[in-house]
């Protein structure tokens, strides 16, 4: 939110739109496995009993225990679950584009930018670019490319 001000103040009249940078294909495939993963640990917990008796198989050790403390278990699956899908969808992208040009990019520079650079680099992309009209915002967009189209069948 500091750079959208900085922006602003810099550069009046300047449009500042966020977005999220979206995942690799890949990640996103694991986040869903790891919440599949989740949900199957919260079920044996709370069911697990049940399953290795309709199964005819005996209950492994590890299944009695989660049993013996089905809150803790359920609150642990949940909260590892939602750790890994988090940690798996959080590329730490921070990318500049003005006009569809890029400014900066932490994913190039494994750094985030001082704020001179940024207001150099900007105020560089902005002289060098054509000017909209005086009635149309210009726009410093920090965004990130379309996501890629991930169908539901490609994973289960």
């Given at each position: ?62 299944v009695t225990s989660m049993q013996a403390n089905k ?86």
């Amino acid at each position: 939110m500091q750079v959208n001000q900085l922006i602003r103040q810099h550069f009046p009249g300047t449009e500042v739109v966020g977005s999220n940078y979206p995942p690799t294909a890949m990640n996103v495939a694991l986040s869903k496995v790891a919440s599949f993963g989740s949900m199957a640990a919260i079920a044996v917990s709370i069911f697990g009993d049940k399953i290795f008796e309709v199964l005819g198989t005996p209950m492994p050790e590890f299944v009695t225990s989660m049993q013996a403390n089905k809150m803790g278990s359920c609150m642990g699956a949940w909260f590892l679950g939602n750790m890994v899908q988090t940690n798996l969808l959080n590329t730490g992208a921070f990318e500049i584009y003005y006009e569809g040009k890029v400014i900066f990019s932490k994913m190039q520079e494994k750094r985030l930018p001082n704020i001179p650079e940024l207001l150099a680099s900007l105020e560089q992309a902005m002289k060098s670019s054509v000017h909209p009209p005086e009635d149309q915002p210009r726009r410093a967009i920090p965004t990130a490319p379309e996501p890629e189209v991930i169908e539901q069948t490609d994973f289960f």
